[in-house]
């Protein structure tokens, strides 16, 4: 069985953007420490562009083969004319309103987003899939999420994009590890309790 990974970065106060989502004020937490680490042990979650500019492009994936994005978080690369964000990973955008796709390498995935998911993590597979957000996927994943890996950046924001746009439900989690970073970030990660 595949993990389904949410890969998010967050508010103190659990917020992963502004509240129309914008991330933007997090990058600067993206320093020469941190990204260290998110190159060594996550870079298939920089984008592609990302890793073309720094030269990692053929960097061999670590944890995760496949990315499933809502249609709003794809939206930002393919606003900029990228229409394949992750080409190093096999990429599947959630949308009922996108009629095909905008590229061989990303497939749709239009009904049946939890049989679809269930059937990726079904896959004979030693790496994982990368749920990158946003919140309204991630909250209708919930209960398929098997790990989380959190990026927490030292801000609070008040009110903002959350990390679940789902209704009050306790899910329990176990933690696994917590890095610490000197500019103040962590990365908590947990798996799920079933
Ligand atoms: N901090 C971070 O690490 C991080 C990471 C990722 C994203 N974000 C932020 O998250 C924001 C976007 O999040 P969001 O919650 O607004 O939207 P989202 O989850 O990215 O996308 C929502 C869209 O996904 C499609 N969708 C959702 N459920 C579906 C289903 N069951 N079947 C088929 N399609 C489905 C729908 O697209 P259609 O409308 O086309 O039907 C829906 O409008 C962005 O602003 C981004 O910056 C932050």
Redesign the pocket.
Known sequence: MRKLTY????SIDGF??DP?????T?YRFVDEEFFEFLGTEYPETIATPGRRSIGIDDRPNQKFDTII????????AFKEGITSPYAHLREY??????EESPDPNVEI??????GKVRALKAEDGEFGIYL?????????LLDEIDELVI?TYPIVLGTG?PMF?SGFAVTDFELDSVRTFKNGALVRTYSRKR
């Open positions: 890969f998010i970065a967050c992963i953007g129309g989502g914008d991330a933007t997090m994005q809502g249609r709003a978080s794809y939206d930002i955008v959630a949308s009922r309103t996108l995935i239009a009904d049946d987003l939890v990158c957000g946003g919140s309204v996927l991630a909250g209708e990026k994009m746009g």
